[in-house]
């Protein structure tokens, strides 16, 4: 493995149209369980992260991180934004040195730098039926050295069979199971566009 700058950089762009793609299906999750607007707030946060790289042009992985970072921060509306934001900050410090990303187990490392941030800001734990259970079994199967298209797939669909523990679908309690989180399908398009770029 090799990710460099471009290659980062390339992963957000095919994030950017996997969420373009899935607007509709996101805000279709979001419904039932939360404000029904989690793709149009993503949507938002992916076309604030192009128009910032067009003018900051960050020539290393951690500025491109960061630039992402702050599109989430300043433009997602609800928790996710905040979410993300974090996640991304945190792998902005992660990755400061860095001219690459070499080995699955390093970027396990720095996805897991990622989670922490996540579950920091949010104080949600795995199985919580939020994003961090997709970042968590994402992180895990990096750091042992692989990751498919199936454990991604895997982790969301989990969601479906939880209680929430945090956020508005909270509210519903048992009512909740059944929806798949919208913040771990948004996730799962990450990590899924993720793997193009790595393959």
Do not use: C
């Not at 199936?150 to 523990?165: F, M, R, Y």
Request: proline residues 3%; negative net charge; hydrophobic residues 40%.
């Amino acid at each position: 493995m090799n990710l460099t700058t471009e290659s980062i950089q390339n992963w957000f762009n095919a994030f950017t149209t996997a969420i373009e793609e899935n607007k509709a299906y996101l805000s279709d999750l979001d419904t039932p369980i939360g404000d029904g607007d989690h793709g149009n707030n993503m949507a938002r946060g992916v076309a604030a992260y192009q128009e910032a790289f067009q003018k900051q042009a960050p020539q290393t992985i951690s500025d491109t991180f960061k630039v992402f970072s702050m599109a989430m921060i300043s433009k997602v509306g609800g928790a996710s934004g905040p979410l993300y934001g974090s996640a991304f900050m945190n792998m902005t410090k992660a990755t400061k040195e860095l001219e690459a990303i070499t080995s699955y187990e390093q970027l396990g490392d720095i996805i897991g730098q990622g989670l922490a941030g996540i579950k920091q800001r949010g104080k949600a734990e795995f199985e919580d039926k939020t994003m961090v259970d997709v970042w968590q079994p994402v992180a895990d199967a990096l750091q042992k050295g692989a990751l498919t298209k199936e454990d991604i797939e895997a982790a969301k669909d989990h969601t479906s069979d939880l209680v929430a523990k945090k956020g508005r679908a909270s509210y519903l309690g048992e009512r909740a199971i059944g929806h798949i989180d919208p913040g771990a399908a948004s996730s799962a398009l990450l990590f899924d566009t993720l793997l193009t770029v790595i393959e």
